[in-house]
């Protein structure tokens, strides 16, 4: 495409301003946005929005921005919409974000310079080998990047920024819906999707160069509340079966060497213990479980039982009660039923001169649930690379190339209507 050899991309720069504001989201707060400062992004999106010409850009009360791009052709053009989450996760502070522009890398370590401890190698991050002569972001040290998915929102502003521009390239409606909380699984909690009006949607939240994920983790939550025999310390022989220690003895029970996310890759599924909290008389362990298929999940679920029950053979008076909770689906369950979105995807990241790679993710979007509410939504790459650490990074290069594939796969899906 002529007008993108010649385009100045602003996909970087913009990512430089967004990085610096503070949006990570809080999994213990009930609110939503779980965080209000998420507004504070969400509002500079809209202003910048507007300033283009975008004339229905902004947040609702939930901390959502909505804005559309209208048709510039005379075709029948399903509705597309590109989404980005506005948050960061509470993994690692996103506060006071420095952003740091390494140009031209040859492979060296790159020391990040506010805690030379964090050190980026190639050794350690091999996705750099493909980045050599390219210019490497990462934050300064203390912080994570926000690459994770704030590349996603630059790419998709810089790409409502060319079309604009270059009125002369076709394509249809195409709606922005930038969320709030996807850290914490809440990302389309409060979505008004009949508002939206998107027929198809793509996240833009993957991250090697070249990357259409049509498929992720099955999740879901599993709680197990253990009852145990409280008694005084000093006068507890034979009487006390403390939860605490029943807990620590279920946890250290679990597998290491498989169904942990230390041992598995690929299509491995697994158990994970993410909290626990009690007393001797009552102790919660909180877990998540992960499995590409429904199948899998049951089979988790019912491994933890028999662990439990196993565990709790040597106290004959304390008592479980294990609970699982649906959290989001493999979204190929949905997007096998809708090829075309995959398939266009793929053809758009060869227009823009990469090779796809159609691969799986080892989590979720908001797409795993946009898909099963009825807007099936693959993930196409944003360039982002150990995003939820210290070491988080992204190059320019890759975030011009994701711009550059929303351009073809806007213009695909006008072509091909």
Request: charge should be negative; proline fraction near 5%; include cysteine.
């Amino acid at each position: 495409m002529q007008a993108l050899s010649s385009y100045s991309f602003t996909a970087h720069t913009r990512f430089l301003r967004y990085v610096t504001i503070d949006t990570q989201s809080d999994p213990y707060s009930s609110s939503c946005p779980s965080t209000e400062k998420q507004k504070d992004l969400g509002k500079v999106l809209v202003e910048e929005l507007l300033a283009m010409g975008i004339v229905d850009a902004h947040v609702d009360e939930h901390g959502y921005v909505y804005a559309t791009l209208p048709s510039n052709t005379s075709k029948q053009v399903p509705v597309l919409c590109y989404c980005s989450h506005m948050d960061t996760s509470p993994d690692c502070s996103g506060a006071g974000v420095k952003p740091i522009i390494h140009k031209n890398y040859q492979g060296q370590d790159l020391v990040l310079p506010d805690d030379p401890k964090q050190v980026l190698r190639l050794a350690e991050h091999p996705d750099l080998k493909e980045q050599l002569g390219n210019d490497i972001i990462t934050a300064s040290g203390t912080t994570l990047l926000g690459a994770d998915n704030k590349a996603g929102l630059a790419e998709i502003m810089d790409c409502v920024h060319f079309l604009l521009n270059n009125p002369e390239i076709k394509h249809g409606t195409i709606k922005l819906l930038f969320t709030p909380d996807e850290e914490i699984g809440r990302g389309v909690n409060k979505v008004d999707l009949q508002k939206l009006g998107a027929e198809v949607a793509y996240t833009v939240d993957g991250e090697t160069l070249g990357s259409l994920e049509n498929e992720t983790f099955s999740a879901d939550g599993a709680v197990i509340r253990i009852a145990g025999v409280a008694s005084h310390p000093g006068f507890a022989k034979g009487k006390m079966e403390s939860a605490l220690k029943i807990a620590a003895e279920l946890i250290a029970a679990l597998p290491k060497n498989e169904s942990s996310p230390e041992s598995t890759e690929g299509k491995q599924g697994f158990i994970h213990p993410v909290a626990i909290k009690g007393s001797v008389e009552e102790t919660i362990i909180e877990l998540i479980l992960r499995d590409f298929t429904d199948e899998g999940l049951v089979a988790h679920a019912n491994y933890l039982r028999k662990l439990t029950e196993e565990v709790l053979k040597a106290y004959p008076n304390a008592t479980y009660n294990l609970k699982t909770t649906e959290q989001y689906r493999n979204m190929k369950q949905v997007l096998d039923q809708h090829p075309k979105l995959t398939e266009l995807g793929l053809e758009a990241i060869r227009r823009a001169g990469i090779s796809p790679k159609l691969q799986s993710i080892r989590g979720g979007t908001d797409g795993s649930r946009l898909s099963f509410m009825g807007l099936p939504c693959p993930n196409i790459f944003a360039g982002e690379h150990a995003f939820h650490s210290k070491l988080e990074w992204v190059s320019v290069q890759d975030m011009h190339k994701a711009v550059e594939t929303l351009v073809h796969l806007a213009v695909l899906w006008e072509e091909k209507s």
